[in-house]
């Protein structure tokens, strides 16, 4: 079945640094998703990425889709302490559905 | 606009007993997703469910757990003979069709003593 890893499962950033997440399918997906959890809250959806290649920005965060559509990224310039949380991945493929990466938990240092 | 429902948001059990997760959602959504979640872990899938069918049941454990998404009502997630191990957060979510976005729940606590 398809495989979603993602890299790494922590990383501690002073804040005011720049944080980046990296999302790997074994597959080719149709699409690739992000989604934030603060601690002690649910998953809530960030975007959605369906092209080859594409690009989105959400003010200080940039998602890209992979040109082969296997891989995926989160970018976040300049953290503040509100971008504290896990960031989830999460592969559209076919019959399987969404499947999850295990996360990266954001830890901020003041 | 009420977004996904889930009850009880904490839920406390003794070993032996049943325990009942619920989840309504999104107004407009037939798809379900059930998840659980140990703390510093990731989102485990457990079950897919569509409007009286069950799609995709291939992460919950063949014992014990089951799960339906009646006609009228919520999913529910129900639990038989629980042991401890089956403490953790269990999260719902609704989509309007498969690979679209997924809309969250704030899940149940659930502790097993």
């Known amino acids: 079945g398809q495989q979603v890893m993602q890299i790494p499962q922590y990383q501690h950033v002073q804040e005011g640094e720049d944080f980046t997440t990296y999302c790997n399918s074994s597959?080719?997906?149709?699409?690739i998703q992000w989604y934030k959890q603060r601690p002690g809250g649910h998953p809530v959806f960030l975007i959605q990425l369906v092209k080859s290649g594409e690009v989105k920005k959400q003010k200080r965060l940039t998602f890209q889709f992979g040109e082969a559509k296997k891989n995926s990224s989160l970018h976040i310039t300049a953290t503040q302490t509100t971008d504290v949380g896990t960031y989830f991945c999460?592969?559209?493929?076919?019959?399987?559905?969404?499947?999850f990466g295990k996360g990266t938990h954001l830890i901020i240092q003041p | 606009n009420a977004g996904v429902m889930q009850n009880p948001r904490h839920l406390v059990r003794r070993r032996g007993q049943e325990a009942r997760l619920r989840c309504s959602p999104m107004?407009?959504?037939?798809?379900v997703y059930w998840y659980r979640q140990l703390p510093e872990e990731g989102l485990k899938f457990m079950v897919y469910l569509q409007k009286e069918n069950i799609i995709d049941e291939s992460g919950m454990p063949k014992e014990r757990f089951s799960a339906e998404f009646p006609k009228e009502g919520p999913s529910i997630l129900r639990i038989q003979q629980v042991v401890r191990g089956d403490s953790a957060a269990y999260f719902c979510?609704?989509?309007?069709?498969?690979?679209?976005?997924?809309?969250f729940g704030p899940g149940t606590r659930l502790t097993v003593t």
């Open positions: 597959t080719t997906l149709s699409n």
């Open positions: 107004k407009g959504h037939s798809h």
């Open positions: 999460a592969g559209g493929g076919g019959a399987d559905g969404l499947t």
């Open positions: 979510a609704s989509s309007a069709t498969r690979n679209y976005e997924q809309y």
